[in-house]
């Protein structure tokens, strides 16, 4: 790879494109990582005087403070916030050796320029402050119940919804025996014991989406969607548990009639009735 690079340079190839060298879609991906010449800042001359240095921490503290209020009050992601605090910490730490540069500048001592450095250093205990409200760890507190909610809306909560929709939607199968409607019902039994699990996890998405620091409103809106989602699938479940075991206890009491009275007429008629309304769409 490196000897194809060295052949690139002694032969100064370029690459051709058919139409604007300055469009992204016509250059190969590697040709636009690098930084554009108009975004590069250049540094501070070497022979920057006193005056000069506290003009750079004066307008470094309007931009940063201009910055402060977005990464306080704004739906910037925590992510960015931490990123953008921790740029920000490194400035005041950059402008707070500039200043005691600018001290230590014979400079200082002229009456006009110590007022100036009066006021600089009046502005820079006040930017300290505003930094000082920066808390990366509430940024990272943040994020992570931020991750929380979206993993168990998203990763848990959701696909459960899905599939439960698909388990409920499926109607059941008519029993042709006791047996077999002993597993059906056994089965039902399952699922609503699955179902009582995941109204455990809505209820804990619910507490995880009040502890967000932005869009609380949207994501009180996906839960209340998938509690809607949630209702109707408890709901079938908990109607399939009973009219199940009804069923097995009227199966149950017919097949005792026929051992004990040759079927009496009344358990028979109870029996046909519960098994035509429980199947009566199958």
């Not at 709901?235 to 149950?252: G, H, P, Q, T």
């Amino acid at each position: 790879m490196f000897e194809r690079l060295g052949e690139i340079y002694a032969n100064n190839e370029r690459y051709n494109c058919a139409h604007d060298e300055t469009d992204h879609d016509e250059l190969p991906a590697i040709f636009w990582w690098f930084p554009k010449q108009e975004d590069f800042i250049p540094p501070p001359p070497t022979d920057e005087t006193c005056l000069e240095k506290m003009e750079r921490i004066s307008s470094t503290i309007k931009l940063s403070r201009n910055e402060i209020t977005e990464i306080l009050y704004s739906d910037i992601s925590p992510e960015e916030k931490i990123i953008r605090t921790m740029e920000i910490i490194r400035e005041a730490d950059h402008i707070k050796q500039l200043f005691k540069e600018c001290e230590a500048d014979p400079e200082a001592k002229k009456k006009d320029v110590g007022e100036l450095l009066a006021k600089c250093r009046a502005g820079l205990v006040d930017y300290q402050a505003n930094v000082n409200s920066l808390d990366i760890s509430k940024f990272a507190m943040d994020m992570k119940n931020e991750n929380e909610f979206m993993n168990g809306l998203q990763q848990q909560l959701v696909p459960w919804m899905d599939e439960g929709e698909k388990v409920t939607g499926v109607t059941l199968e008519k029993p042709k025996s006791f047996e077999q409607a002993r597993e059906t019902e056994k089965q039902s039994v399952f699922f609503a014991k699955d179902v009582r699990k995941a109204n455990k996890l809505l209820a804990k998405v619910e507490e995880a989406a009040k502890r967000l620091a932005r869009y609380q409103t949207t994501a009180e809106g996906q839960i209340e969607e998938q509690r809607m989602r949630f209702k109707k699938i408890a709901s079938v479940a908990a109607s399939r548990v009973e009219s199940m075991r009804d069923l097995l206890i009227r199966w149950e009491e017919m097949n005792n009639s026929v051992e004990k009275d040759a079927l009496d007429f009344q358990p028979l008629t109870q029996f046909l009735k519960c098994y035509a309304i429980y199947f009566s769409s199958s």
